[in-house]
């Protein structure tokens, strides 16, 4: 077997080398919190909200809250029995069997990497926007290829911050966060105030009806929340972290809850605040610069630095659950072995944290060959919620499923384990479903960039769905590739928990079986002549 497999192997048996009890609840939470941005969140989404809701963007951020709240509970039970850092593929995994937790992973990986160079994008430009380099003769912030060289120095700053130690990433996750959400709760306060006091034009007297779900179509709730899901998008990386934090298997699930109810705090006070000091017209017109907009001078300062540190933050926490999903996948046998390795003295993983990095960039060099606007990354933030809706709603499933001798043993497990998660899987895929065949997806008159696909009489397909569905569908061919490459790993069986506390049986575990690929034939070479008379 490699050397580089051998370290997680046999330090951990089931672990995969990382280090163990490295963070705290405290900390766990912070990186859940994190890894959703709440300062960029709000401001790459609340204007997107806004021009499908209007008023109504509180009563999108509660709905939304609701499946996460769900899911968030199926991960806390799941992380009990299995604290496998690949959280979404190993518990889909041991419920559902190989393939579909192959694609649970599959959908961690695309959500992630569609998402890197939005998060990157931003960070780059509110940092020449912050020092003035964004008008004029030094006008770099309206430069595409400044931004990409800039946000890919962010990438790859960030990527070598989580390759040295989950501990500074940790750290760093504390300070940035800190700065965001003080800023960004500071704004909210200060915009209200502004609003009952002075009455600012444009501002809009907050009503209780913003937050009332039931005024809403279905049309309205299926787009606002595919949208709003990438804002509460993140929280899950607490789980990835379950090998590196202390008690992992309650503390990481518990770090899951805790950052869904934080984020509905900060999310649903924000909503307010944005709509009623400018007004949904306001938000309408300004989908990429909605908080900066909305102050001037040093309060437009602090609000760039609140979401500069937000997307600093994210682009950090996006790399860690990839990393560690990837990992898992490749200890496993369901990925490239070389991505198993982990470094001896960071103790992280070394391909899987830097193939993702590079990964990310050449994903932005794509889409800028598409479009050299940012339109195309506003259209990918859109058809991120396909994904999100994918694996969140894969993941929720997988609790019922792998618990379903333990659901009618008492009303707390049918509750929490069953009915719970089982309502977030159904929103979830509800979502996903109704956006997909919605006019509003499929139709290239409501992206930010030309129909792709045209030809005849076929308007074309608009690039949120070719990107959010498309990126996704990519994975069947991949996966059974894959299945001809390395079948050890596609014999696992499905399985189911005879407990709700006890951890499951190492039987999905990594052996060296998994990590075995199978070797094609070699072309036979004819053998060189010898030349005559020799």
Same mark, same amino acid.
């Given at each position: 077997?490699?050397?580089?497999?051998?370290?997680?192997?046999?330090?951990?048996?089931?672990?995969?080398?990382?280090?163990?009890?490295?963070?705290?609840?405290?900390?766990?939470?912070?990186?859940?919190?994190?890894?959703?941005?709440?300062?960029?969140?709000?401001?790459?989404?609340?204007?997107?909200?806004?021009?499908?809701?209007?008023?109504?963007?509180?009563?999108?951020?509660?709905?939304?809250?609701?499946?996460?709240?769900?899911?968030?509970?199926?991960?806390?039970?799941?992380?009990?029995?299995?604290?496998?850092?690949?959280?979404?593929?190993?518990?889909?995994?041991?419920?559902?069997?190989?393939?579909?937790?192959?694609?649970?992973?599959?959908?961690?990986?695309?959500?992630?990497?569609?998402?890197?160079?939005?998060?990157?994008?931003?960070?780059?430009?509110?940092?020449?926007?912050?020092?003035?380099?964004?008008?004029?003769?030094?006008?770099?912030?309206?430069?595409?290829?400044?931004?990409?060289?800039?946000?890919?120095?962010?990438?790859?700053?960030?990527?070598?911050?989580?390759?040295?130690?989950?501990?500074?990433? *940790?750290? !760093? %996750?504390?300070?940035? /966060?800190? &700065?965001?959400?003080?800023? =960004?709760?500071?704004?909210?306060?200060? @915009? $209200?105030?502004?609003?009952?006091?002075?009455?600012?034009?444009?501002?809009?007297?907050?009503?209780?009806?913003?937050?009332?779900?039931?005024?809403?179509?279905?049309?309205?709730?299926?787009?606002?929340?595919?949208?709003?899901?990438?804002?509460?998008?993140?929280?899950?990386?607490?789980?990835?972290?379950?090998?590196?934090?202390?008690?992992?298997?309650?503390?990481?699930?518990?770090?899951?809850?805790?950052?869904?109810?934080?984020?509905?705090?900060?999310?649903?006070?924000?909503?307010?605040?944005?709509?009623?000091?400018?007004?949904?017209?306001?938000?309408?017109?300004?989908?990429?610069?909605?908080?900066?907009?909305?102050?001037?001078?040093?309060?437009?300062?602090?609000?760039?630095?609140?979401?500069?540190?937000?997307?600093? *933050?994210? !682009? %950090?926490?996006?790399? /860690?659950? &990839?990393?560690?999903?990837? =990992?898992?996948?490749?200890?496993?046998? @369901? $990925?490239?072995?070389?991505?198993?390795?982990?470094?001896?003295?960071?103790?992280?993983?070394?391909?899987?944290?830097?193939?993702?990095?590079?990964?990310?960039?050449?994903?932005?060099?794509?889409?800028?060959?598409?479009?050299?606007?940012?339109?195309?990354?506003?259209?990918?933030?859109?058809?991120?919620?396909?994904?999100?809706?994918?694996?969140?709603?894969?993941?929720?499933?997988?609790?019922?499923?792998?618990?379903?001798?333990?659901?009618?043993?008492?009303?707390?497990?049918?509750?929490?384990?069953?009915?719970?998660?089982?309502?977030?899987?159904?929103?979830?895929?509800?979502?996903?479903?109704?956006?997909?065949?919605?006019?509003?997806?499929?139709?290239?008159?409501?992206?930010?960039?030309?129909?792709?696909?045209?030809?005849?009489?076929?308007?074309?397909?608009?690039?949120?769905?070719?990107?959010?569905?498309?990126?996704?569908?990519?994975?069947?061919? $991949?996966?059974?590739?894959?299945?001809?490459?390395?079948?050890?790993?596609?014999?696992?069986?499905?399985?189911?928990?005879?407990?709700?506390?006890?951890?499951?049986?190492?039987?999905?575990?990594?052996?060296?079986?998994?990590?075995?690929?199978?070797?094609?034939?070699?072309?036979?070479?004819?053998?060189?002549?010898?030349?005559?008379?020799?």
């Amino acid at each position: 077997m490699d050397a580089s497999l051998e370290v997680p192997v046999e330090r951990t048996g089931k672990g995969k080398g990382l280090k163990g009890g490295a963070i705290g609840l405290v900390s766990a939470t912070v990186i859940g919190v994190a890894s959703t941005a709440p300062a960029y969140s709000l401001a790459a989404t609340v204007g997107l909200v806004a021009a499908i809701v209007g008023l109504m963007s509180p009563a999108i951020m509660l709905v939304a809250f609701v499946p996460m709240l769900f899911t968030a509970a199926a991960y806390y039970y799941l992380n009990r029995v299995d604290p496998d850092c690949g959280a979404t593929f190993s518990w889909v995994t041991r419920a559902m069997g190989p393939h579909a937790g192959w694609f649970g992973g599959w959908g961690v990986v695309v959500a992630d990497i569609v998402v890197m160079p939005s998060l990157a994008w931003v960070a780059a430009w509110y940092t020449y926007s912050l020092f003035g380099l964004d008008h004029g003769r030094y006008d770099l912030a309206g430069n595409t290829w400044a931004l990409l060289a800039l946000g890919a120095v962010f990438i790859l700053a960030m990527t070598l911050i989580c390759w040295l130690g989950i501990e500074l990433s *940790a750290r !760093t %996750q504390f300070v940035l /966060l800190a &700065t965001e959400i003080l800023i =960004l709760m500071g704004f909210s306060l200060w @915009a $209200l105030a502004k609003v009952y006091m002075n009455h600012p034009v444009g501002s809009v007297t907050p009503s209780w009806d913003w937050i009332n779900p039931f005024k809403l179509t279905a049309t309205q709730l299926s787009q606002g929340v595919l949208v709003a899901l990438f804002i509460y998008w993140g929280w899950d990386t607490a789980a990835n972290v379950n090998e590196e934090t202390r008690h992992g298997r309650t503390a990481a699930g518990l770090a899951t809850v805790f950052s869904t109810l934080v984020l509905l705090g900060t999310y649903i006070i924000a909503a307010y605040a944005t709509t009623a000091y400018k007004g949904p017209g306001f938000l309408k017109k300004n989908p990429d610069d909605v908080l900066t907009g909305m102050a001037s001078g040093w309060g437009s300062k602090l609000l760039m630095l609140a979401v500069l540190s937000s997307a600093m *933050a994210s !682009t %950090q926490t996006t790399i /860690l659950p &990839t990393a560690r999903t990837t =990992l898992s996948m490749a200890a496993h046998g @369901a $990925l490239p072995k070389a991505l198993a390795k982990i470094h001896p003295k960071y103790l992280t993983p070394t391909w899987s944290t830097w193939w993702f990095g590079i990964a990310s960039i050449v994903w932005w060099v794509v889409l800028i060959a598409i479009d050299r606007t940012e339109n195309i990354l506003w259209d990918s933030i859109t058809g991120l919620g396909f994904a999100i809706a994918f694996y969140y709603g894969i993941t929720a499933l997988a609790a019922p499923v792998l618990f379903r001798k333990q659901l009618f043993k008492s009303f707390k497990n049918f509750l929490l384990v069953g009915v719970v998660p089982l309502i977030g899987a159904v929103t979830l895929g509800w979502v996903f479903v109704k956006s997909a065949i919605d006019l509003f997806y499929w139709s290239p008159d409501t992206a930010y960039t030309p129909a792709w696909f045209k030809f005849g009489g076929f308007r074309g397909l608009g690039a949120p769905f070719v990107i959010g569905v498309g990126m996704l569908i990519i994975g069947i061919p $991949l996966m059974f590739w894959w299945k001809r490459v390395n079948p050890a790993f596609f014999r696992n069986e499905a399985e189911v928990a005879e407990s709700m506390d006890e951890e499951l049986p190492d039987e999905f575990r990594v052996t060296e079986e998994a990590t075995q690929f199978r070797e094609f034939p070699k072309p036979v070479m004819p053998k060189p002549r010898t030349p005559a008379g020799n």
